[in-house]
């Protein structure tokens, strides 16, 4: 069956401009989470998803940062005013639940570079 | 805090020989999970092999083991018969009960020499 697919595969900005990350998680999957990944570093959590329950955004690193999933399916992650520092891979994931023992797949990332 | 520590930045091994990606991690927690990722150019992240912590017994995956050390805190990666596409980043993290996070390591660069 088909993996975790993100969009785009890279995105250029410029500095202040708001850009938006697709991810569409396996089919199934009522789990899914956001990842950032920066130069040389390892994954940093950012927001997951669980059904219908409210979002854990405990990750998100400032307000500028959002995410939205509507039901079990595709997930947006939206950067306003981007910054520098917002380079990165954003890494999406999905699991078949949201547990603990769940194992995560991820797909191959939007590489995110801000002018 | 939870940490996972990967000290091998770099590691290099020749076609058909064996190599070990080292990986040590914190807990307090007594129920929790062990994983290696793989990350080749592509960025896609593909799980290895996966390891429980109340298992005794080491995880195997065709030329990839692990060594489990729980009292150590250490979860050391064995890839047997080295390829090419073996060359990519690995990542060790694990996950523990009452959170679905999985916490990362910074990642060991694998080489393999032709």
């Known amino acids: 069956g088909a993996g975790v697919s993100q969009s785009p595969s890279n995105k250029v900005t410029e500095k202040g401009k708001d850009v938006e990350l697709r991810c569409d998680p396996i089919?199934?999957?009522?789990?899914l989470y956001w990842y950032r990944q920066r130069l040389g570093q390892g994954l940093e959590f950012l927001i997951y998803?669980?059904?219908?329950?409210?979002?854990?955004k405990s990750g998100l690193p400032s307000d500028r940062f959002s995410a939205e999933r509507t039901g079990e399916s595709v997930s947006t992650l939206t950067i306003q005013r981007t910054q520098q520092e917002d380079s990165a891979v954003y890494l999406c994931?999905?699991?078949?639940?949201?547990?603990?023992?769940?194992?995560?797949?991820f797909g191959p990332g939007t590489r995110l570079t801000v002018l | 805090a939870q940490t996972v520590t990967q000290s091998q930045p770099e590691m290099s091994v020749q076609e058909a020989e064996t190599v070990t990606l080292s990986c040590t991690y914190d807990?307090?927690?007594?129920?929790?999970?062990l994983f290696w990722y793989k990350q080749p150019p592509s960025r896609q992240m593909i799980l290895v092999i996966r390891q429980e912590a109340y298992k005794q017994q080491n995880a195997t995956e065709n030329r990839f083991s692990v060594n489990f050390q729980k009292a150590a805190k250490s979860f050391s990666l064995k890839i047997s018969d080295s390829q090419l596409g073996d060359a990519a980043m690995y990542f060790c993290?694990?996950?523990?009960?009452?959170?679905?996070?999985?916490?990362f390591g910074t990642g060991t660069r694998l080489k393999v020499l032709a």
């Open positions: 998803f669980q059904g219908n329950s409210a979002p854990d």
């Open positions: 807990t307090s927690e007594s129920d929790y999970y």
């Open positions: 993290a694990y996950s523990t009960s009452g959170t679905y996070k999985y916490i």
């Open positions: 089919s199934g999957h009522t789990a």
């Open positions: 994931a999905s699991s078949r639940g949201g547990g603990w023992a769940d194992t995560q797949y």
